[in-house]
T-cell receptor
Framework: DMKVTQMPRYLIKRMGENVLLECGQD?????MYWYRQDPGLGLQLIYI???????SEGDIPKGYRVSRKKREHFSLILDSAKTNQTSVYFC???????????FGEGSKLTVL | GDSVTQTEGPVTLSEGTSLTVNCSYE??????LFWYVQYPGEGPQLLFK?????EKGSNRGFEATYNKEATSFHLQKASVQESDSAVYYC??????????????FGKGTSLVVHP
């Protein structure tokens, strides 16, 4: 089954707490992505990973870091979350050179 | 760098009317072009893609033609339904020249269809 799974789906944190968003895919895709989605801004690329331990900054990497130790798993970490990081976060994956992105269902993060 | 500009939403239509969502792009490459659709509470999903210039893609009654000369990829549907209410994203895919790349998405166009 071709699926991207995000956990947790909903998360409420206080400002200054650490946040871990996890993403898994069962398609052995080489490339994985983290996006955030805010009203009027569309999808903004945070980080892209071309394979294990091969990560590259996207357009808005500040305040975020990522980890990819297995091809099927990609984590987004917020050290000391800020209120302006309240958003919906989407993970996606793609087969190298194919270009089609497969998205998860999103993780809604609220930072109080 | 690459960029995608699409119709600013929301676009509000009545069932049975026609839809055009404009998409214009800038790139020095020759990428595959994509339309994605995002229904409420879900992640975006592929609507269709077109890998070559002058070819047309279609799915679920939606269609778009890859116009390399005009650098456009406008989404059209002859008769929309309430179930088409969603956000539509135009996107550039990997260039034909190869190498690592970052996908480029437009900001999305929200479509609301009233019965």
């Amino acid at each position: 089954d071709m699926k991207v799974t995000q956990m947790p789906r909903y998360l409420i944190k206080r400002m200054g707490e650490n946040v871990l968003l996890e993403c898994g895919q069962d398609m052995s895709h080489e490339t994985m992505y983290w996006y955030r989605q805010d009203p009027g801004l569309g999808l903004q690329l945070i980080y892209i990973s071309y394979d294990v331990d091969s990560n590259s900054e996207g357009d808005i990497p500040k305040g975020y870091r990522v980890s990819r130790k297995k091809r099927e798993h990609f984590s987004l970490i917020l050290d000391s979350a800020k209120t302006n990081q309240t958003s919906v976060y989407f993970c996606a994956s793609s087969r190298d050179r194919e270009g089609q992105l497969y998205f998860g269902e999103g993780s809604k993060l609220t930072v109080l | 760098g690459d960029s995608v500009t699409q119709t600013e939403g929301p676009v509000t239509l009545s069932e049975g009317t026609s839809l055009t969502v404009n998409c214009s792009y800038e790139t020095k490459q020759y990428p595959t072009l994509f339309w994605y659709v995002q229904y409420p509470g879900e992640g975006p999903q592929l609507l269709f893609k077109v890998p070559k210039a002058n070819e047309k893609g279609s799915n679920r009654g939606f269609e778009a033609t890859y116009n390399k000369e005009a650098t456009s990829f406008h989404l059209q549907k002859a008769s929309v339904q309430e179930s088409d209410s969603a956000v539509y994203y135009c996107a550039l895919g990997p260039p034909s020249s190869g190498g690592n790349y970052k996908p480029t998405f437009g900001k999305g166009t929200s479509l609301v269809v009233h019965p």
